[in-house]
């Protein structure tokens, strides 16, 4: 079971354990970051990294739901994060990508500060 961390803040970032392929670009840091989401995959085609505004998470769990992608089961910590900075790790359990779907639609908009 990979593990991943989703942190909470003025970004949903989630992360998947594993290597990033190096020919994907970094993500591009600017003002305009809060029209930015976007996701990033492995070698393998696993995904890695996904991330995304508090006020779109409710959205994108409703269009994920069905996607085989997040049935993968994960061993997963919830952060509040402060710019690039993890805070405070809120609690972690045994679920799957999409339940990280299912706290960011619940829980995020508190954590965007």
Known sequence: MRKAKLKLGRLVLLDIEGEIDSTYPPVI????WRDVAGAKQNKEGKLTH???QPC??????????DDPVFE?????EV???EGKEEIDKLYEFDGTLYD???IASNEGAKYDI
């Open 29 to 32: 840091e600017n003002e305009m």
């Open 50 to 52: 996904i991330f995304y």
């Open 56 to 65: 779109d998470a409710e959205q994108i769990a409703k269009d994920l739901k």
């Open 72 to 76: 993968e089961p994960v061993h997963l």
């Open 79 to 81: 952060w509040s994060l």
């Open 100 to 102: 990280a779907l299912l």
